[in-house]
């Protein structure tokens, strides 16, 4: 490594030193709009403005990009400003400068936005050094206020080095602030050299960083891997000055260590993989729930909370820093071993300074944004409702209408409760009454039958008592299907034989069709017949005084007056 290092800084001092500058704005994309000065910098808006930056950088045509004419070019001196979170899903992504003679020495503001779903194999350059991150390197330049999510970066060193970190693999002589990675994969890898692999950056050597956040990542090297930086290499030599870290902080990252070379080396850090004869400075930063892990047969290979080796004369110079729940103690400096207790009840948070506040589970910067995850979840779930199911939906409407969205994390409280008022008034909905109409409307249709007409109305009156009255809109289908049962019931009647009529007190028939099937009749007190073949229209038939039938077929000889 100390070979490669100096012999880029060597290169850069050429680039210094020896090749000509000037600006030539023309040239540059225009993005979505700017100038590049710090009070009009050019706007990255897009997929687009991000991937036309990359390929400025890596194209070489941003070499003599340089403000101030110092020879260091690729846009130093240069500002950018990211306006809008950026998704690359479906991106192939390659770093922003790639190499120690491309590199990104401008001023990135990432503006508190993210770019998310960067997935990358890196980028190698001509000599096999292998590069990945949003930017491969960042050299006497600056990135802040950028937040990468779901980033998935591996590189492979070709016979060389290779880099990994969320924000930058390589980053020389440069400031990185305000700036967070969370989960994400980030994957060094070589086939004949040693690499490093950390959540924000790979390597620094003369860094500065300030409050920058790693939470929920995981690190996977085949040398050095650090759940912030993987290896901390401040040689004098290289004349990028010290690296130094403030108000950071790793949480709830995992780093594996793995390779099957016994000449190999495995190291992993809670907090850097490796210092290489250098100082890890250290103020108010912490480390917690770190899983750390060393597998293969490199020889020599360990783990430690804030470096998993300390290379040569390294040191750790930590100032209020903590560490927890590591599972281990091994190079802590002096930080102070915390419960997990103290640091989810707000005791770290209290004791790292004005930077921090408790968050849910441990301390966060206090001026982050709050977590509105819980509001989020709130109102997909209000949305997911069909409104018009509802007798009155407005309460949750309001407590939608008042979320507020621009409290930080001293704020989480409010937040909270924002969420809290969406799930009361949606636990509060009531469903308007499912619709009877069709029942009421069936069961005024068998009211107005006449029961005694049909051999069996109890199917009828069965579905009529088994409807249920207290069905909502939701379970329409259901009482439907009570009137459809009273319907089919009905449907289903079967009249009786005879119509259903009553004789008279002569025992003539009324309201038939026909007499008795045998045609027989009943006599009066003087023998005569009361029936007939026929009935009369109106449902009977009576004799004269002489027993005669009037108007139909008498009933024989028998009935006629003597």
């Not at 991000?50 to 500002?79: I, P």
């Not at 917690?288 to 300390?310: K, R």
């Not at 071993?337 to 301390?363: H, I, M, S």
């Not at 007409?453 to 009828?460: G, L, N, P, S």
Request: with cysteine.
């Amino acid at each position: 490594m100390k070979k490669r290092i100096l012999g880029i800084a060597l290169a850069i001092c050429m680039m210094i030193f020896c090749v000509p500058m000037g600006v030539f704005a023309a040239e540059a994309p225009s993005f979505s709009g700017g100038t590049g000065t710090q009070g009009d910098p050019w706007l990255i808006a897009s997929q687009a403005d991000l991937t036309a930056l990359a390929e400025f950088l890596n194209s070489g045509n941003a070499a003599t990009f340089d403000t101030e004419n110092a020879g260091v070019g690729n846009c130093h001196g240069y500002y950018f400003k990211q306006t809008a979170d950026i998704d690359l899903t479906g991106v192939t992504w390659e770093p922003i400068g790639y190499s120690g003679k491309y590199y990104f020495a401008g001023n990135y503001d990432g503006g508190g936005h993210s770019i998310t779903n960067a997935v990358s194999t890196g980028k190698v350059d001509p000599d096999g050094y292998a590069t990945a991150g949003i930017f491969g390197w960042a050299a006497f330049g600056s990135v802040e206020n950028l937040h990468v999510k779901n980033a998935n970066f591996v590189a492979t060193g070709q016979n060389n080095y290779s880099y990994v970190g969320g924000i930058a693999g390589v980053c020389y002589g440069s400031s990185i602030k305000n700036c967070s990675v969370e989960n994400s994969s980030l994957e060094s890898r070589r086939n004949n050299n040693n690499n490093c692999a950390g959540s924000i950056v790979g390597y620094s050597t003369g860094g500065t960083f300030e409050k920058c956040a790693a939470e929920n990542n995981q690190i996977r090297t085949m040398a050095y891997g650090g759940g912030f930086v993987g290896e901390v290499d401040d040689d004098p030599n290289y004349g990028a000055g010290n690296s130094t870290f403030t108000n950071c902080y790793v949480a709830n990252c995992t780093v594996i260590s793995e390779t099957d070379d016994s000449q190999g080396t495995s190291f992993s850090g809670g907090f850097a993989g490796e210092i290489t004869d250098s100082t890890l400075t250290i103020q108010n930063c912490y480390v917690y729930l770190a899983t750390l892990s060393t597998v293969g047969n490199a020889v020599p290979q360990g783990t430690g909370v804030f470096a998993g080796n300390l290379w040569g004369s390294s040191t750790i110079a930590d100032t209020n820093c903590f560490f927890g729940a590591c599972g281990i103690t091994e190079n802590a400096g002096t930080a102070g071993e915390k419960t997990e207790e103290d640091f989810t009840n707000g005791t770290v948070a209290g004791l790292l300074g004005d930077a921090f506040a408790q968050a849910r589970n441990y301390p966060r910067f206090k001026d982050n944004p709050a977590d509105y995850s819980a509001v989020d979840a709130a109102i997909a779930k209000a949305n997911a409702l069909e409104k018009d199911n509802y007798k009155d939906f407005s309460a949750v409407e309001a407590a939608i209408n008042t979320v507020v969205r621009d409290k930080n994390i001293t704020e989480q409280g409010e937040v909270d409760a924002m969420a809290q008022a969406i799930e009361n008034a949606i636990t509060a909905l009531q469903y308007k009454d499912a619709d009877y109409t069709k029942v009421d409307e069936a069961i005024a249709k068998a009211n107005a039958l006449n029961r005694d007409a049909y051999t069996d109305f109890t199917a009828v009156e069965t579905a009529i008592n088994a409807v249920v009255r207290d069905k909502n809109i939701t379970e329409q289908d259901e009482v439907d299907a009570m009137a459809k049962a009273i319907e089919d019931a009905m449907a289903a009647l079967v009249e009786k034989p005879d119509g259903g009529s009553d004789r008279d007190a002569y025992g003539n028939t009324y309201g038939c069709a026909f007499c008795k099937p045998d045609g027989g009749s009943d006599r009066d007190t003087d023998g005569n017949t009361h029936g007939c073949t026929f009935c009369k229209p109106d449902g009977g038939s009576d004799r004269d005084a002489y027993g005669k039938t009037d108007g139909y077929a008498d009933s024989g000889a028998e009935g006629r007056p003597q």
